[in-house]
């Protein structure tokens, strides 16, 4: 598989990673571990250097899951994880980037990856309570300690990022990005363009939307995030239909699977943006990895520019509520 920079401070990873929070977190009921295992070496055969995980997801339990099947492949592969919140009983309670607790997140994320070095530590979310020069300046000292490779934020804002920027460089960005989820485009992605940022776009296909195997008729197993959000109601699951007409459309022109044209997309709009799509399923990673391989041309993303235009997203991406806490 290609490779794609990100950033401007030596951080290159396979044009496509494999985002590893749904083995264990938001889409319940969740698989076999020993399966789980088996679907990351895989991922790792394919191709694909670049895994994310955080102390979040379960909590715990993922940086263990991830740590214990790449540890046979720790020298060829990148691992990104996050700190950001407070966890009490196995829950998240509230956002907190002090610069202690992100050391004491470091330190349990280095023993449950099995690594001593974290490749690309992001802050998960902001947190209005802690300057971000102060969350800056914490991983810039866990830099200089060789505890950390790569500074990374999700889902910051403009200013956020150019103040981070300037006590230590940021080499991603991780927010979502996909067909329909565009919002990024305006100010986000021309400000990490400046600066020479690159973007990890997590839920490039909508949370499974866009691979074109759900209906009005899906049924969410209980504990599944979908559940929750209104663009995966019934009425906005059949309103919506019109965007992956559109996909399959081009899907069929290119013998490819919507998926794939999806991700394409993704992958066409900068050289330095690198989605992360979600799977527990082989057949899945297969296929999504085959995304890499398809060059949609400037005619065919001209033409899903101009029939993007015409469709309207039913359904916001999150509810108020989480919007305003994690927006996980």
């Known amino acids: 598989m290609q490779k794609r920079k990100l950033g401007n401070n030596g951080l290159e990873v396979s044009a496509i990673g494999l985002g590893c929070m749904g083995m264990t977190f938001s ?13 990351i070496a895989k991922a790792v055969e394919q191709g694909v250097t670049f895994f994310d995980t955080a102390e979040v997801y379960g909590p715990y339990n993922n940086e263990e899951l991830v740590g214990e099947a790449l540890a046979p492949f720790r020298n060829e592969v990148m691992i990104a ?4 919140f407070n966890i009490q009983d196995g829950k998240m309670v509230g956002v ?18 099995k690594t001593d070095v974290i ?27 060789g505890k950390v490779k790569y500074f990374g934020l999700s889902e910051a804002g403009a200013a956020t990022i150019r103040r981070a920027h300037a006590v230590q460089p940021v080499s ?13 485009e305006k100010e986000i992605i021309p400000t990490i363009e400046e600066l020479g940022i690159g973007l990890v776009a997590f839920s490039p296909l909508g949370k499974g939307f866009l691979a074109g195997k759900m209906d009005e008729n899906t049924k969410f197993g209980e504990g599944d995030i979908r559940n929750l959000l209104p663009r995966f109601t019934e009425d906005a699951r059949v309103a919506n239909k019109t965007l992956l007409d559109l996909l399959q459309a081009f899907a069929e022109k290119r013998n490819a699977t919507t998926a794939q044209i999806a991700l394409a997309w993704v992958l066409a709009q900068k050289p ?15 296929e999504n990895n085959g995304a890499a391989a398809i060059e949609l041309t400037a005619i065919e993303l001209q033409e ?4 993007c235009a015409q469709i309207e997203i039913m359904g916001t991406r999150y509810t108020e509520a989480m919007e305003k806490s994690t927006g996980l």
């Open 304 to 307: 899903i520019e101009a029939a």
């Open 96 to 113: 907190n980037s002090k610069p202690e607790q992100i050391r004491k997140a470091v330190e349990g994320s280095l023993k449950r990856l």
């Open 27 to 39: 889409y319940a009921p969740f698989p076999e571990k020993k399966d789980m295992l088996t679907l």
């Open 81 to 84: 994880t996050k700190f950001g």
């Open 272 to 286: 330095w943006i690198v989605p992360i799509p979600g799977t527990t399923k082989l057949h899945r990673l297969t």
């Open 119 to 145: 490749d690309l530590l992001y802050q998960h979310r902001v947190d209005p309570n802690t300057p971000i020069e102060d969350v800056a300046g914490a991983v810039k000292d866990l830099i200089a300690e």
């Open 172 to 184: 991603a960005l991780q927010s979502e990005y996909s067909m329909w989820t565009r919002q990024h």
